[in-house]
């Protein structure tokens, strides 16, 4: 089987790359865009844009999608020795893609993105790069904890990068950027799949949902779609967790740092 890497000239110049993943992006081949967007990240001398940045997101969200997707269902079979083994198996997997897009983030984006935000007398949208990487941080970390539950260093991690990052959005954003609102979700969502305290997840989203409810007004056009739609799944998620019949195992719906 012919890796995408080994495409003639592919690697030559970074416009390539780019060209690329989106190109991958299209066919769905999402296995061939990670390692094209890694290679992005680690080219020596840039930063990754904000689109940049969204491709980055979809490829690995993707593929980590369909592994926690299976590790989800295999759960719900009978155990025996083979299926056991398959199941560490999609684990492993799972822990490696995991570990692969915490590298570039802790080892590359972040700390790229925290030297711009310093050198540069205005730096546009750093924060709002940063924040999304947090996010992902925080995501992944979540991922990791809810199928190896017994890592305590990731709900840690989990926890910790969340409230970093939610903290920076509450200082630089209003209640109604889709970024902020977006860390809100995942933060509550946390909190109530892998901490297990449904009253601070819910203190959350709806503290969220209400703070971005008074400042509708204040929704530019070109976020609103994106706005709007937390809100809702803040809102969902409030109504799920509350609700005094929902199974114990009702998780909530998050959203990605794009």
């Known amino acids: 089987m012919t890796d995408i890497l080994?495409?003639?000239?592919?690697?030559?110049?970074?416009?390539?790359?780019?060209?690329?993943a989106k190109s991958a992006e299209v066919?769905?081949?999402?296995?061939?865009?990670?390692?094209?967007m890694k290679l992005l990240?680690?080219?020596?001398?840039?930063?990754l844009s904000s689109?940049?940045?969204?491709?980055?997101?979809?490829?690995?969200?993707?593929?980590?999608?369909?592994?926690?997707?299976?590790?989800r269902t295999l759960k719900e079979y009978k155990n025996s020795e083979w299926l056991d083994q398959y199941k560490t198996l999609v684990e492993n997997?799972?822990?490696?893609?995991?570990?692969e897009i915490l590298g570039l983030l802790t080892d590359t984006l972040i700390p790229n993105v925290k030297n711009e935000i310093k050198t540069a007398e205005k730096a546009e949208g750093g924060n709002e790069k940063e924040l999304k990487d947090l996010q992902m941080t925080g995501d992944y970390?979540?991922?990791?904890?809810?199928?190896?539950?017994?890592?305590?260093?990731?709900v840690m991690d989990a926890q910790e990068t969340y409230k970093s990052a939610l903290a920076i959005a509450e200082k630089h954003l209003i209640p109604t950027h889709p970024i902020r609102l977006g860390l809100a979700l995942n933060f509550s969502v946390c909190y109530y799949e892998i901490l297990k305290d449904q009253q601070k997840a819910c203190e959350l989203a709806k503290s969220a949902f209400d703070a971005a409810i008074s400042?509708?007004?204040?929704?530019?056009?070109?976020?609103?779609?994106d706005s709007t739609l937390i809100m809702q799944l803040l809102r969902d998620n409030l109504t799920l967790w509350t609700t005094t019949e929902a199974a114990e195992d009702d998780g909530g719906e998050d959203v990605d740092a794009a």
Not at 41 to 47: A, C, D, M, R, Y
Not at 141 to 152: G, M, N, Q, S, V
């Open 6 to 20: 080994s495409i003639k000239d592919l690697t030559a110049k970074r416009e390539n790359l780019v060209y690329m």
């Open 27 to 36: 066919a769905e081949r999402y296995e061939d865009m990670c390692k094209i």
């Open 41 to 47: 990240v680690q080219w020596e001398g840039t930063s």
């Open 51 to 71: 689109d940049e940045r969204n491709l980055l997101s979809v490829a690995y969200k993707n593929v980590i999608g369909m592994r926690r997707a299976s590790c």
């Open 93 to 99: 997997e799972l822990k490696d893609i995991c570990k």
């Open 141 to 154: 970390h979540r991922y990791l904890a809810e199928i190896f539950t017994d890592d305590k260093d990731n």
């Open 215 to 225: 400042k509708l007004d204040s929704i530019d056009e070109a976020s609103y779609k």
